[in-house]
């Protein structure tokens, strides 16, 4: 490109020296939505380096604003992408911008400056009055948004979906403690945070508690899983992450498979092609975890550049454990740019992790209502499993190749993934660009955890003394001999003949306790109780591949912009699932809890032989089995957006998926398998019994999503938008065979306003759900997983603002108000219709988060504090328990104790307030307080984190 050089903006210092204008790595930008002649002086001098631009088409261009730390060509990039402007080179210094179009005669240079004024411009350069500039340039409305949205020019203010931003400050600023509790920083979406660093559930508008299989997690722009559920168990947030961008229904169920809820697309930081760059982070928790992240960047060659980063820690994990858990996770990534525009990326992501996981517990409700701990386990710290559950060996059904089946709670949840992605771009023409992206997951996972009360729910939570007292002992019921319906103490009776009375034995220290002991039996913990928990074992092997291809052809010409993208997305899953000998134990109500073993007792006190095998009561009595299924799907869309004038914008989509589902669910003998000789206890067989063969079906299915909306600027402040949007999202195979998809459809609408003081979105939505499909476990079987399906309807209003009155203060507020519905259940296709018109187990109607921010003297920092509200929620569908409303307090700073040096530190619920977040699911789908308790998650008590990130 030979253009004549009209005029160049002078530097105060002289012009940039090569050394000085080489630094083009991740720098700070801070550049308002402006008129593109003084836009792009201001992000010259901020990234130290001259731009070259025609200043032709400068002219009457405004560029959007470009805020948060980038990488400076992602930077400059997303600084023209409002523009007909386009960048035609840049080799670390020097940047030539270029009309989109022919017919450029001029072009000016932009260099950086000490200081903010405007270029001098010459009679090339047409002068512009920094009065004239958009009093709304600050706005964070202005920034261009990715995810929902295909043309890379429509910014939060001008979309027409309902899109959130989260740059990296802001997730260092929220400080999650698990990846799901990333997802709070969208409006709408509701997250159970409290199983530990993985396997958290969350959902979206309205939706019942535990939806995450409506919201797909992306990174880069890729679903992590093709299912969406489980997605946190591959992926980490840690220092290779860049920033977080959401879209709630309108395009996600387009752009994305299985996002008929939301998308969440975690983007990460790509190469640095000009210099070396390096991040480390060192983490603490008052809680015992300790975490180092490590970032480094370089190029290789010319337009080659490489970056690898993750994170090792040890975990000891929020609530108080005697075990120790060990994880690490790294991804790389090898990047070529070619002249031509064009881009290849490989990407490669191993880890192999071990996390804890918390499960239910029970707690104590007073008469008043109030709920509290059960004494001898703190419901805010505490967690049952511990030392006791180290190990267990429970018998198997043979044809599943083990007739021992190890558990551990010691292992956690063992997660180890190797993902192989590859993205490719490539430029036909000025206004043509082809992709495409694909990626392969090998993962699995080994998930040791526990489930008090689950099956047996609260009828097992009583004191010991009732449970060695054959008339009132929970145990009573049971029939351990295969072919007889003789009962637990009755086949007791017959091993042991001589029994006086029976008694607990510590299975870790020996200790025995008589029934005849009642005082010592009373007095167990300061609670006198026993219960049952359940040892949730469950493999699960995933191969999962997937592609998304296409062109994208953006047009324009006089009063119209356009931007069409057409693809195609190609997946394949196979899954393995083993949930095979799940058993249950009897232990405590403490914390790091016992496990007893039942024991038959003579006369003197002396032990005749035990009931129970090492704490275990029965077997193969809980869970899904074994199954593997396969997907595979084919989708073929399409999306335009269209801006009319400079104020009209049109954007409208569609796609179309077939799949093909086949599943081999394990079939279950008619006799049960006998134990291994030798195997202590009264069960004589290993329960629910895979005979080594499989039913299998297959299904196909297909679907249509679609999706239309229309932003309006009625003026440079105040946009209106409307969409509606039809999306499904795939069920797959399990071992209630296959499903169908489940349908949504979403209406919604808003207005939006910014200026340089006050940003606002307010939205209307309604989201309708039909035949929203899940499995729970059937109280009155609890080996057999019951299929439900329903209609959830809900209209709700969602405010998402931020206050900025002063330079140094901010206030950041976004709740949503939504009243869903419960219709047409049925429990394996037969009708219930005593839950018509109840709430959602395990649904906010109200959730509302406010964000104060005071920045400190010389950018040094912030302090900030946050009040997160979530209002009641009912712990089941029959609307049986109530969980109150609950205030979570946190403050935190950020402070640069240098430019390379920052420091953080959050320490959340402050007040150390009291919070539940479900009740039992797996206790079925009417829960009841009994005798005084329930079973249910609480919140973390007040806990610290700290971490100290250096720029290398």
Same mark, same amino acid.
């Given at each position: 490109?030979?253009?004549?050089?009209?005029?160049?903006?002078?530097?105060?210092?002289?012009?940039?020296?090569?050394?000085?204008?080489?630094?083009?790595?991740?720098?700070?930008?801070?550049?308002?939505?402006?008129?593109?002649?003084?836009?792009?002086?201001?992000?010259?001098?901020?990234?130290?380096?001259?731009?070259?631009?025609?200043?032709?088409?400068?002219?009457?261009?405004?560029?959007?604003?470009?805020?948060?730390?980038?990488?400076?060509?992602?930077?400059?990039?997303?600084?023209?992408?409002?523009?007909?402007?386009?960048?035609?080179?840049?080799?670390?210094?020097?940047?030539?911008?270029?009309?989109?179009?022919?017919?450029?005669?001029?072009?000016?240079?932009?260099?950086?400056?000490?200081?903010?004024?405007?270029?001098?411009?010459? /009679?090339?350069?047409?002068?512009?009055?920094?009065? +004239?500039?958009?009093?709304?340039?600050?706005?964070?409305?202005?920034?261009?948004?990715?995810?929902?949205?295909?043309?890379?020019?429509?910014?939060?203010?001008?979309?027409?979906?309902?899109?959130?931003?989260?740059?990296?400050?802001?997730?260092? %600023? !929220?400080?999650?403690?698990?990846?799901?509790?990333?997802?709070?920083?969208?409006?709408?979406?509701?997250?159970?945070?409290?199983?530990?660093?993985?396997?958290?559930?969350?959902?979206?508008?309205?939706?019942?508690?535990?939806?995450?299989?409506?919201?797909?997690?992306?990174? +880069?722009?890729?679903?992590?899983?093709?299912?969406?559920?489980?997605?946190?168990?591959?992926?980490?947030?840690?220092?290779?992450?860049?920033?977080?961008?959401?879209?709630?229904?309108?395009?996600?169920?387009?752009?994305?498979?299985?996002?008929?809820?939301?998308?969440?697309?975690?983007?990460?930081?790509?190469?640095?092609?000009?210099?070396?760059?390096?991040?480390?982070?060192?983490?603490?928790?008052?809680?015992?975890?300790? &975490?180092?992240?490590?970032?480094?960047?370089?190029?290789?060659? /010319?337009?080659?550049?490489?970056?690898?980063?993750?994170?090792?820690?040890?975990? !000891?994990?929020?609530?108080?454990?005697?075990?120790?858990?060990?994880?690490? /996770?790294?991804?790389?990534?090898?990047?070529?740019?070619?002249?031509?525009?064009?881009?290849?990326?490989?990407?490669?992501?191993?880890?192999?992790?071990?996390?804890?996981?918390?499960? +239910?517990?029970?707690?104590?409700?007073?008469?008043?209502?109030?709920?509290?701990?059960?004494?001898?386990?703190?419901?805010?710290?505490?967690?049952?499993?511990?030392?006791?559950?180290?190990? =267990?060996?429970?018998?198997?059904?043979?044809?599943?190749?083990?007739?021992?089946?190890?558990?551990?709670?010691?292992?956690?949840?063992?997660?180890?993934?190797?993902?192989?992605?590859?993205?490719?771009?490539?430029?036909?023409?000025?206004?043509?660009?082809?992709?495409?992206?694909?990626?392969?997951?090998?993962?699995?996972?080994?998930?040791?955890?526990?489930?008090?009360?689950?099956?047996?729910?609260?009828?097992?939570?009583?004191?010991?003394?009732?449970?060695?007292?054959?008339?009132?002992?929970?145990?009573?019921?049971?029939?351990?001999?295969?072919?007889?319906?003789?009962?637990?103490?009755?086949?007791?009776?017959? &091993?042991?003949?001589?029994?006086?009375?029976?008694?607990? %034995?510590?299975?870790?220290?020996?200790?025995?306790?008589?029934?005849?002991?009642?005082?010592?039996?009373?007095?167990?913990?300061?609670?006198?109780?026993?219960?049952?928990?359940?040892?949730?074992?469950?493999?699960?092997?995933?191969?999962?591949?997937?592609?998304?291809?296409?062109?994208?052809?953006?047009?324009?010409?006089?009063? =119209?912009?356009?931007?069409?993208?057409?693809?195609?997305?190609?997946?394949?899953?196979?899954?393995?699932?083993?949930?095979?000998?799940?058993?249950?134990?009897?232990?405590?109500? %403490?914390?790091?809890?016992?496990?007893?073993?039942?024991?038959?007792?003579?006369?003197?006190?002396?032990?005749?032989?035990?009931?129970?095998?090492?704490?275990?009561?029965?077997?193969?009595?809980?869970?899904?089995?074994?199954?593997?299924?396969?997907?595979?799907?084919?989708?073929?869309?399409?999306?335009?957006?269209?801006?009319?004038?400079?104020?009209?914008?049109?954007?409208?989509?569609?796609?179309?998926?077939?799949?093909?589902?086949?599943?081999?669910?394990?079939?279950?003998?008619?006799?049960?398998?006998?134990?291994?000789?030798?195997?202590?206890?009264?069960?004589?067989?290993?329960?629910?019994? =895979?005979?080594?063969?499989?039913?299998?079906?297959?299904?196909?299915?297909?679907?249509?999503?679609?999706?239309?909306?229309?932003?309006?600027?009625?003026?440079?402040?105040?946009?209106?938008?409307?969409?509606?949007?039809?999306?499904?999202?795939?069920?797959?195979?399990?071992?209630?065979?296959?499903?169908?998809?489940?349908?949504?459809?979403?209406?919604?609408?808003?207005?939006?306003?910014?200026?340089?003081?006050?940003?606002?979105?307010?939205?209307?939505?309604?989201?309708?759900?039909?035949?929203?499909?899940?499995?729970?476990?059937?109280?009155?079987?609890?080996?057999?997983?019951?299929?439900?399906?329903?209609?959830?309807?809900?209209?709700?209003?969602?405010?998402?603002?931020?206050? &900025?009155?002063?330079?140094?203060?901010?206030?950041?507020?976004?709740?949503?108000?939504?009243?869903?519905?419960?219709?047409?259940?049925?429990? +394996?296709?037969?009708?219930?219709?005593?839950?018509?018109?109840?709430?959602?187990?395990?649904?906010?109607?109200?959730?509302?988060?406010?964000?104060?921010? =005071?920045?400190?003297?010389?950018?040094?920092?912030?302090?900030?504090?946050?009040?997160?509200?979530?209002?009641?929620?009912?712990?089941?569908?029959?609307?049986?328990?109530?969980?109150?409303?609950?205030?979570?307090?946190?403050?935190?700073?950020?402070?640069?104790?240098?430019?390379?040096?920052?420091?953080?530190?959050?320490?959340?619920?402050?007040?150390?307030?009291?919070?539940?977040?479900?009740?039992?699911?797996?206790?079925?789908?009417?829960?009841?307080?009994?005798?005084?308790?329930?079973?249910?998650?609480?919140?973390?008590?007040?806990?610290?984190?700290?971490?100290?990130?250096?720029?290398?």
């Amino acid at each position: 490109m030979s253009l004549p050089l009209v005029s160049v903006v002078a530097i105060a210092a002289g012009f940039a020296t090569p050394a000085a204008a080489a630094q083009t790595g991740v720098r700070s930008f801070n550049v308002p939505r402006q008129p593109a002649a003084t836009g792009l002086v201001r992000f010259a001098q901020q990234a130290g380096i001259q731009i070259l631009a025609p200043s032709d088409v400068t002219r009457g261009e405004t560029v959007a604003a470009v805020k948060g730390q980038l990488p400076i060509e992602d930077g400059l990039r997303r600084l023209i992408g409002t523009t007909r402007l386009r960048l035609v080179s840049f080799d670390g210094r020097t940047a030539v911008i270029a009309a989109s179009r022919p017919g450029v005669a001029h072009t000016i240079a932009y260099a950086p400056q000490q200081d903010t004024a405007p270029a001098t411009a010459t /009679d090339a350069t047409p002068q512009t009055d920094p009065a +004239d500039t958009n009093a709304a340039a600050d706005s964070p409305q202005n920034d261009i948004i990715v995810t929902g949205n295909t043309s890379d020019r429509r910014t939060l203010f001008n979309s027409s979906s309902n899109v959130t931003l989260a740059s990296a400050a802001d997730l260092l %600023r !929220k400080a999650p403690r698990s990846t799901a509790e990333t997802l709070e920083l969208v409006p709408g979406v509701f997250v159970e945070g409290t199983a530990g660093p993985i396997s958290n559930n969350y959902s979206v508008r309205g939706l019942r508690g535990g939806s995450q299989q409506f919201i797909t997690l992306e990174e +880069d722009g890729m679903p992590i899983l093709y299912g969406g559920s489980g997605a946190d168990f591959y992926f980490q947030n840690d220092i290779t992450i860049n920033r977080l961008e959401a879209v709630e229904g309108g395009t996600s169920g387009v752009l994305a498979p299985n996002g008929a809820g939301a998308t969440i697309n975690f983007i990460s930081m790509k190469p640095d092609h000009d210099k070396a760059t390096a991040m480390v982070r060192y983490t603490g928790a008052s809680y015992g975890d300790l &975490r180092a992240d490590g970032y480094f960047s370089a190029p290789i060659a /010319d337009g080659w550049a490489f970056n690898v980063g993750g994170y090792i820690t040890s975990q !000891k994990g929020v609530r108080r454990t005697p075990f120790t858990f060990n994880a690490y /996770d790294v991804k790389a990534m090898l990047e070529k740019k070619f002249d031509s525009g064009g881009l290849f990326r490989l990407t490669v992501k191993h880890g192999d992790k071990h996390f804890p996981y918390y499960a +239910d517990m029970p707690f104590r409700v007073a008469s008043d209502g109030t709920i509290s701990s059960v004494p001898g386990l703190d419901l805010k710290r505490d967690d049952v499993g511990g030392r006791g559950f180290t190990q =267990f060996l429970v018998p198997d059904a043979p044809a599943t190749g083990q007739s021992l089946r190890r558990f551990s709670s010691a292992d956690g949840v063992h997660v180890k993934s190797t993902t192989y992605r590859v993205d490719v771009e490539l430029p036909v023409s000025s206004s043509v660009r082809l992709f495409g992206r694909a990626r392969y997951l090998d993962g699995s996972y080994d998930f040791n955890g526990i489930f008090p009360g689950s099956g047996s729910g609260t009828a097992g939570l009583t004191s010991a003394l009732n449970y060695l007292t054959p008339a009132n002992s929970p145990l009573a019921g049971l029939t351990p001999l295969n072919g007889t319906t003789l009962t637990y103490f009755q086949v007791a009776q017959i &091993r042991f003949p001589t029994v006086a009375q029976y008694g607990l %034995r510590n299975i870790r220290t020996g200790q025995v306790i008589a029934a005849s002991d009642t005082a010592t039996l009373n007095a167990l913990n300061g609670n006198g109780l026993l219960q049952q928990t359940v040892l949730n074992h469950q493999t699960l092997t995933t191969k999962d591949f997937g592609s998304d291809f296409g062109a994208k052809w953006d047009a324009g010409s006089g009063g =119209f912009q356009n931007s069409l993208t057409v693809g195609g997305m190609v997946y394949n899953v196979r899954r393995r699932n083993d949930q095979s000998a799940v058993a249950t134990v009897l232990n405590d109500v %403490r914390n790091d809890s016992n496990v007893y073993d039942m024991v038959a007792l003579d006369a003197s006190g002396g032990v005749l032989g035990a009931l129970t095998n090492n704490g275990l009561v029965n077997y193969g009595n809980w869970g899904q089995g074994l199954f593997n299924d396969e997907v595979t799907s084919l989708s073929g869309y399409f999306n335009d957006e269209l801006t009319i004038g400079d104020r009209l914008h049109i954007d409208f989509g569609a796609r179309y998926e077939h799949q093909h589902v086949r599943v081999a669910i394990g079939n279950t003998a008619t006799t049960n398998a006998l134990v291994p000789a030798g195997t202590p206890g009264l069960y004589d067989n290993v329960g629910s019994t =895979f005979d080594g063969t499989y039913t299998r079906q297959s299904a196909n299915y297909s679907d249509w999503a679609y999706t239309g909306g229309i932003n309006y600027e009625l003026t440079d402040h105040i946009a209106l938008y409307v969409r509606g949007a039809h999306g499904f999202q795939t069920n797959g195979g399990d071992t209630g065979g296959t499903h169908k998809p489940t349908g949504l459809t979403l209406y919604e609408g808003g207005v939006r306003f910014k200026s340089r003081m006050f940003n606002a979105s307010v939205i209307g939505f309604r989201t309708e759900f039909r035949d929203q499909s899940y499995q729970f476990i059937n109280p009155d079987n609890p080996a057999v997983a019951s299929n439900a399906l329903a209609d959830n309807f809900t209209n709700g209003v969602q405010v998402d603002a931020t206050l &900025r009155p002063v330079s140094f203060f901010s206030i950041d507020a976004q709740g949503v108000y939504q009243d869903p519905k419960l219709s047409n259940l049925r429990f +394996d296709g037969v009708a219930q219709t005593q839950y018509e018109g109840n709430t959602p187990e395990r649904t906010p109607k109200k959730l509302l988060t406010v964000t104060p921010s =005071f920045i400190l003297p010389g950018g040094f920092g912030e302090i900030y504090g946050r009040w997160k509200y979530v209002g009641k929620i009912f712990a089941d569908s029959g609307n049986g328990i109530a969980l109150p409303a609950y205030s979570v307090f946190t403050v935190g700073a950020s402070v640069d104790v240098s430019p390379r040096l920052n420091l953080t530190v959050s320490v959340d619920n402050l007040t150390n307030a009291k919070g539940f977040t479900e009740g039992n699911p797996r206790q079925g789908q009417t829960q009841t307080i009994t005798d005084g308790y329930f079973y249910g998650r609480a919140i973390v008590g007040r806990n610290a984190l700290m971490s100290a990130t250096l720029k290398l």
